[in-house]
């Protein structure tokens, strides 16, 4: 506290300064303020002239804001630490109260420490005890920023009641989860202890921020969703030059009409970002004319996040209410006046003149830092290497160490109960399953999973004006849809839809883009080409034509193209199955065959359907500047009067680099021919079974539209019907089957019974008799299972006998196999009589225990304990 006597008394010799020249000034200037008075005298036309314009102003009320006091919570459940103080906490309350009062001495220009609020209980309590570290079991809670997204997800803003003064009540995170809303400082004590508890070095700021951090206000911030993220170009190798390359033909495009396209341009986009900046300035402009009157003086909560732990690179801080970090310079933090943890509390000495720029954090520098309790473990402080060395005195460091040992004092354990969130309450995140964000020029509207029966959980709707009254697009993400639907992008624009799939659709759709669901129209699909046998990746249609891209296949195709024309027949529904469109051409490429020569090795093949033609072009050779090609003539098979047509060498016209003599034989090239028109079969009935694949993806998706039906893990035993329908029955068996082994107990005297007439009472003498029945059929049975054991006891060891002597015969013919066969049977069958042997000896002990234990029963029975009593 000596840092702070100084000050104090700096800061006192630089006022009284100050107000002697003030003095000196009112006296001059006086007699001119006096002239000003009596020149604005207003007039009757000036006063009904105010009177009108303010008559015109238009006072909008708010709606009721979202109030969460003391009254609203029920405390009479609460343990009993929320309700009183422990002498520890007492102790640690007065020393905070002689803090308090030394620093409002020492400095009466700052406002009063938040130290010890009240609870919901209405029971003071330090602020750094209401700090509970729990690191919370969900793995997505183990990081920052989704710790911070929850909070801000989970729990709803309420305003503070005075915007100027910290508030009076600070409630336990228990209570907010509870709740589910809270101020800035109940959302800054939460946040701060799930980052405590997840390794982080946090803490809560008492500070000063600006009007849109305090009202959670993002209208003038951009939506992060909105954000694309930079693309990083990579930079092409250019093939090294080959030294017999062709040159390239000469540019003859005037390079005067390209400058003056090239100014063109550049006078186009100057003018439009000079535009888009006059703009900008203008809405800067109306921004600015709304000033804050109370900018700097709003209270505000958020966390601090330091270097060091979790290996974070640099200290930041966090809001709270938009889960947004932010860097320690940003202009939207005006001031710091305190800071704590679970451990400590530190008072900011340091100049807030130019917002939190210039501010250090280093808690362990006492001059900047001034913190409230020693014994804590708290930062140290950083210094120099030159300071470092002359710090090095042990006599100091011991007076140090005994000082500290002197005034030390441990912050008590928090009062607030361990903070959990229940797998429930942690799916539906939002209050009510719903949160609406405005940001500028964009809506963001979540939802819980399962809310909606579509799967939506959010949509980002963005506009073309700061009104957001023109939309431009709207994104909606899904979860767990059936069809794996992931996402769904509408641009209101140019009114086309893409949606994007998770893998494990039907159909291996990765995306659809479209325009309408109408067939033969303009559309994109792309797949998943590993869950598809034919590799096949993309597909663009158009009305005229369609486009495949293929990859990974044994034909080596990578691409096809097919060109149709008009129908001949116009039907009032026409489809590729009832009315396919005629194909006019088909143009297919493939991948480099590595086990063909190049010059044999087709590149390009083009069906001109139409013209009868068929047209190559092979692989060029790494050799070669140029590739091989070869055109077919394909007439038909016989001419107009029924004769054969024979290959002729006209039929075939080819161009090759390094001519081969079997290439030019008639031979080659009709088979080859004739292997292309089956080809183009192939080729002609893909393409047709590509259209009715189109048509089928459209019916299904138009189906899974209409359900939109939803999956449910089997582990979600709340809202699978399936899962807990089968549990129900499941129990219902078990149920069933426990009470038909209940009521199928043996009953010992059933048997007997049965001899009796049935309905007759039984008599003394029957009971007696029914006794001694039972009793010697269970011994008979004992008997004879004696007799059994010691039966087949007798049986192993003749057995065993026999063996023995049939080696003892054989002994010196026997080879080293039957010697291994005899030693395993002789150890096998002293194990069964050894085991025979114990279970009729175990037997002879415990029969007369049965004997006795059946018997006891008897007289216990209820059907004969009544006429058994004498004989008892």
């Known amino acids: 506290m000596e840092v702070l006597k100084e000050k104090v008394e700096e800061e006192e010799a630089a006022e009284r300064e100050e107000a002697a020249e003030r003095a000196e000034r009112g006296e001059k200037t006086k007699r001119p303020m006096e002239v000003r008075r009596e020149e604005t005298t207003l007039t009757q036309e000036m006063l009904r002239d105010l009177e009108r314009k303010l008559s015109e102003i238009e006072v909008s009320v708010p709606e009721k804001l979202l109030t969460f006091t003391k009254d609203t919570i029920d405390t009479s459940k609460l343990p009993l630490s929320y309700q009183s103080n422990t002498l520890k906490e007492e102790h ?45 079991p969900y793995p997505e809670l183990y990081n920052w920023d989704t710790c911070a997204q929850f909070v801000s997800d989970f729990l709803s803003m309420v305003p503070l009641p005075d915007p100027l003064k910290p508030p009076l009540y600070l409630y336990s995170s228990t209570t907010v989860l509870k ?12 946040l701060c202890s799930m980052l405590i508890g997840a390794g982080y070095d946090a803490y809560c700021v008492n500070g000063y921020g600006s009007q849109d951090l305090c009202h959670m206000d993002l209208t003038r911030e951009v ?117 704590w943890n ?64 002197d005034k030390s ?112 129209m303009d559309r994109v699909m792309e797949f998943y080409e590993t869950a598809r046998l034919d590799g096949l990746i993309k597909r663009e249609e158009t009305p ?27 039907l009032a529904l026409n489809s590729a199955e009832s009315n396919p469109r005629p194909m006019v051409k088909i143009t297919e490429r493939f991948f480099r065959n590595p086990a063909k020569p190049a010059d044999e090795d087709v590149a390009e093949r083009v069906f001109l359907i139409a013209e009868e033609r068929i047209q190559l072009r092979y692989h ?21 009067k029924g004769n054969k047509i024979i290959m002729t060498a006209d039929m075939c016209i080819s161009f090759e680099v390094e001519p081969m003599e079997h290439t030019k034989k008639l031979l080659y090239q009709y088979e080859a021919m004739m292997k292309l028109k089956n080809e183009e079969k192939l080729s002609r009935h893909q393409a047709w079974e590509s259209e009715l694949e189109v048509l089928e993806i459209l019916k299904l998706r138009e189906e899974e539209e209409e359900a939109h039906t939803l999956t449910i893990s089997i582990y979600d035993t709340k809202r699978n019907e399936k899962s807990k329908e089968y549990r129900e029955a499941m129990e219902r068996v078990l149920h069933e089957e426990h009470r038909r082994q209940v009521e199928a107990q043996l009953d010992y005297l059933a048997p007997f019974l049965a001899q009796l007439p049935p309905g007759e009472k039984l008599t003394r003498w029957q009971a007696v008799h029914l006794k001694d029945e039972c009793l010697n059929d269970f011994k008979q049975r004992l008997i004879d299972k004696a007799n059994l054991i010691q039966a087949r006891f007798e049986k192993e060891t003749q057995e065993l006998q026999k063996k023995q002597q049939w080696y003892q015969e054989n002994q010196v013919t026997l080879t080293p196999e039957d010697e291994d066969l005899y030693l395993s049977y002789c150890s096998q069958a002293m194990f069964r009589i050894r085991i025979l042997e114990q ?34």
Request: a negative charge; hydrophobic letters at 30%; charged letters at 30%.
């Open 92 to 136: 640690l309350l007065q020393v905070a109260d002689n803090f308090s009062c030394q620093y409002s001495h020492l400095c009466p220009d700052r406002v009063p420490l938040f130290l010890h609020p009240l609870n919901e209980c209405e029971v003071p309590k330090f602020v750094s005890t209401t700090i509970r570290p729990t690191l919370m």
């Open 179 to 190: 709740y589910q809303k809270g101020n800035c400082f109940d959302f800054s004590t939460l």
């Open 223 to 339: 939506c992060p969703l909105t954000l694309k993220p930079k693309e990083t170009v990579k930079e092409e190798e250019k093939a090294p030059p080959k030294k017999y390359a062709i040159k390239p033909p000469r540019d003859l495009t005037s390079r005067f009409e390209q400058e003056q396209e090239v100014k063109r341009q550049e006078a186009t986009k100057a003018e439009e970002e000079n535009r888009r900046k006059q703009e900008e300035a203008r809405l800067l402009e109306q921004e600015n004319a709304k000033t804050d009157p109370l900018h700097g003086l709003r209270v505000h909560s958020w966390v601090l996040v330091l270097s060091g732990k979790r290996e974070v690179p640099e200290s930041f801080f966090i809001d709270p209410f938009t889960a947004h970090s932010y860097s320690t310079q940003d202009d939207h933090f005006l001031g710091i006046e305190s800071l």
């Open 342 to 405: 679970h451990k400590n509390y530190w008072v900011n000495m340091q100049d807030c003149w130019n917002c939190c720029k210039e501010l250090v954090f280093d808690l362990g520098d006492p001059v900047r830092w001034e913190y409230l309790l020693v014994g804590t473990d708290k930062p140290f402080l950083s210094l120099t290497e030159e300071e470092d060395e002359g710090m090095n005195d042990d006599d100091d460091v011991e007076k140090l160490g005994k000082e500290d040992e």
């Open 409 to 520: 004092f441990d912050m008590p354990p928090s009062w607030v109960e361990q903070i959990e969130i229940s797998p429930e309450a942690f799916e539906t995140r939002c209050p009510n399953g719903k949160k609406v964000i405005q940001y500028k020029r964009a809506k963001l509207e979540k939802w819980a999973p399962y809310l909606n029966n579509n799967g939506l959980v959010c949509r980002l709707t963005t506009y073309e004006d700061l009104e957001c009254t023109k939309t431009l697009e709207v994104k909606e993400w899904y979860q767990h849809r059936e069809d794996m639907l992931e996402l769904k992008h509408i641009n209101k624009i140019t009114g086309s839809n893409a949606d994007y799939f998770k893998p494990g659709h039907p159909q291996a759709l990765r995306m659809h883009s479209y325009k309408s669901m109408q067939p033969e």
């Open 544 to 570: 005229k034509t369609m486009t495949e891209y293929y990859q990974g296949r044994p034909d080596f195709l990578s691409y096809r193209h097919v060109n149709f024309g008009p129908r001949m027949k116009k």
């Open 620 to 640: 060029c050779r790494s050799d070669h500047i140029t590739a091989n090609k070869r055109e077919f003539l394909r007439r038909m098979e016989v001419d107009s």
């Open 839 to 872: 279970r009729l000896s175990r037997h002879k002990e415990l029969a007369p225990l049965k004997y006795l234990a059946l018997e006891e029963k008897l007289y216990k029975d209820p059907r004969l304990v009544e006429l058994l009593k004498v004989f008892v």
